[in-house]
T-cell receptor, first 117, second 112 residues
């Protein structure tokens, strides 16, 4: 149980385009989802936290107009990287939790590798 | 502020040998502590976690970790390494709310 699916797993696109990444909880309802960014050989950095039906809470230094997060349903959250540039190339990972209690574990997706040319 | 320090970005052990991955944390209150494993191009999988109670925590795949408050440590061990254990391991701490702070990771290499 507790499977989180991310799509696509790999995407390459031209500079200036927008890219949407989907994060789905397959067998549970995810009231809270998290988006992380991981640079090569580095740790995960939390970008934002989103509760279903609410606006996402962004971490300091993360541009909310560049990284648009939508969590419109209990099983789907999307991250859209707008007007992507090479410096946005990274590994993006989502996680999901079954309720708003922070004591519940986060279940991670397999990540999306984004390469901007 | 919370922080996590993992000693050694790379650790190599022989197959069948003891695995020891070190993690020290800083936290002003009793923390929740986690170990995650990440295989190439994949997300994170929870190995084990400490919240309260017994300080020796057993996880999946034969791993365990011991919370030592006096040493502010949460080292990960496995008695006998297997080739399939080769991966990146992250120690993490959570204090209040949602935010989990991850260490920089330790890549475990298993030598045949």
């Amino acid at each position: 149980g507790a499977v989180v699916s991310q799509h696509p797993s790999w995407v390459i696109c031209k500079s200036g385009t927008s890219v949407k990444i989907e994060c789905r909880s397959l067998d549970f309802q995810a009231t809270t989802m998290f988006w992380y960014r991981q640079f090569p050989k580095q740790s995960l950095m939390l970008m934002a936290t989103s509760n279903e039906g609410s606006k996402a809470t962004y971490e300091q230094g993360v541009e909310k107009d560049k990284f648009l997060i939508n969590h419109a349903s209990l099983t789907l959250s999307t991250l859209t990287v707008t007007s992507a540039h090479p410096e946005d190339s990274s590994f993006y990972i989502c996680s999901a939790r079954s309720d708003r209690s922070s004591n519940q574990p986060q279940h991670f997706g397999d990540g999306t590798r984004l390469s901007i040319l | 502020a919370q922080s996590v320090t993992q000693l050694g970005s790379h650790v190599s052990v022989s197959e069948g040998a003891l695995v020891l991955l070190r993690c020290n944390y800083s936290s002003s209150v009793p923390p929740y502590l986690f170990w995650y494993v990440q295989y190439p191009n994949q997300g994170l999988q929870l190995l084990l976690k400490y919240t309260t109670g017994a300080t020796l925590v057993k996880g999946i795949n034969g791993f365990e970790a011991e919370f030592k408050k006096s040493e502010t440590s949460f080292h990960l061990t496995k008695p006998s390494a297997h080739m399939s254990d080769a991966a990146e391991y992250f120690c993490a701490v959570k204090q209040y709310g949602d935010k989990i702070i991850f260490g920089k990771g330790t890549r475990l290499h298993i030598l045949p």
